[in-house]
């Protein structure tokens, strides 16, 4: 778990999303709580509308095969919307926020 910029404690968490993500907020008493996982992670919490925020860093390079993030996911219908963009040669940084 990373609390306000420093990696104050990393757990795996076996419960549900919701459980998960209730336990870390305890654990982080109102600061702010970063999930790690895959594509597949991040694509259910958005689904579920459990991200308010989500800081997207993209480098054009090719790395082989993956799992497309967004695959099947409407992210404006699910309230989400890029609040900032910023591109540099080496990537372009997306902010994404629920409203």
Known sequence: MVVDGRVATTTGISASMPAALEQAQA??????VRIGGGAATIRQY???GLLDEMHLAM???MLGN????????DLPALG???KEQVST???M???VVRH
């Open 59 to 61: 480098s054009p390079i």
């Open 27 to 32: 654990a982080a008493q109102g600061k702010d």
């Open 46 to 48: 958005l689904q579920a």
């Open 89 to 91: 040669g080496a990537a």
């Open 66 to 73: 993956g799992e497309p993030l967004f695959e099947g996911i």
């Open 93 to 95: 940084h997306l902010v």
């Open 80 to 82: 989400y919307r890029v």
